[in-house]
């Protein structure tokens, strides 16, 4: 799992990949909502065998930071963040 920090002028709280099944992993971004300081976007850009396989994200609303960034070191363990992306590559894929 690799993780990078970004500097406050990114506005980025910081970049993880996580693999998530096998061949498929997961490069994820954590992003404050402006002007909301308990709301984060949470980007998902999914990778199988390296190619990307799609994207999406999340909204989490009443995090602090340090809640948004363990539910994105821990996705998957969500159950239901798992299920919505194996949703989306199902439906990618018909």
Do not use: C
């Amino acid at each position: 799992m690799g993780e990078v920090k970004s500097s406050p002028a990114s506005m980025e709280v910081f970049n993880l990949i996580v693999p998530l099944e096998r061949k498929l992993k997961a490069y994820l971004r954590l992003l404050p909502e402006p002007h909301r300081a308990d709301t984060w976007l949470l980007e998902v850009r999914l990778f199988y065998e390296a190619e990307p396989a799609g994207r999406t994200s999340f909204t989490l609303n009443g995090y602090t930071q340090e809640e948004a960034e363990a539910v994105a070191r821990n996705i998957r363990s969500n159950a239901y963040m798992m299920q919505e992306i194996d949703q989306y590559l199902w439906s990618e894929n018909d």
